[in-house]
């Protein structure tokens, strides 16, 4: 029996990020996936405050969200380190983590809504991502924090594959590539990396799964 378990729900962008963390460092785990529109008591057990997914349970001690996942997991299994040893450099990457945990929910809005409030996520998407190009990027890094892969590329997972999904199925333009060449560049990179590249979400199965997704969600704000 696995002493570590992971509670997820695909294809949430917040549990691929523990995923890969979990997957760059080797270490196995128990995955077990949830309905969030029908939630396991033991979902509720163990986040009774958010009952969201990611949940990790390492032997018998729960931790909830998942860039606090992200810290622990990097905490209890120093191999293949997620942030910088250096207190500089690991500052700097905890402020662009932030940054991403907080731009990030736009993203999943351009699904949720439409008209102005669409309109308005998808504006917020583009200053994000004005900003990741022009100050998170700058200077010929391969990821955000050098030659490897590390805990700010994870935090923006959703900008690397998720949005370019939402944009298929919305009719939405916001990322183009010769606008954002370093983004651009890292996205390349950042789906090149042997974990990433081989436990990526199906890109067709979430286009199907986020479309009906998006029409449930509006015809319920309708009715």
């Known amino acids: 029996m696995a002493v570590l378990k992971l509670f997820g729900a695909w294809p949430s962008p917040y549990v691929f990020r523990v995923i890969w963390a979990l997957k760059l460092k080797g270490i196995p785990y128990e995955y077990i996936e949830e309905d969030l529109s029908n939630k396991s008591p033991l979902l509720l057990q163990y986040n009774p405050i958010h009952k969201k997914v990611p949940v990790l349970v390492h032997d018998g001690k729960l931790i909830c969200e998942s860039i606090v ?37 736009f993203i999943s809005k351009l699904y949720r809504t439409d008209g102005e409030e669409q309109q308005v996520a ?8 004005e900003v990741i ?50 983004l651009n560049s890292w996205i390349q ?17 979430m286009s199907v799964v986020l479309k009906r997704r998006r029409e449930m969600l509006l015809a319920s704000k309708s009715s």
Not at 159 to 176: D, M, N, R, S, Y
Request: contains cysteine; negative net charge; charged residues 30%.
């Open 69 to 105: 996942i992200l810290r622990y997991i990097d905490e209890i299994w120093p191999q293949n380190p997620l942030l910088p040893a250096d207190p500089h450099e690991r500052a700097v990457a905890l402020f662009w983590i932030k940054f991403a945990d907080d731009k990030s929910p």
């Open 122 to 129: 998808a504006k917020e998407c583009f200053e994000m991502l």
């Open 133 to 182: 190009e022009g100050h998170a990027l700058v200077g010929e890094k391969k990821f955000f924090g050098g030659d490897e892969i590390n805990m700010v590329d994870i935090a923006f997972c959703s900008v690397a594959h998720w949005l370019g999904v939402i944009e298929g199925f919305t009719g939405l333009k916001i990322f183009e590539p010769h606008k954002f060449p370093r």
């Open 189 to 205: 990179n950042f789906k090149s990396v042997p974990v990433i590249k081989d436990n990526l979400p199906d890109t067709d199965k």
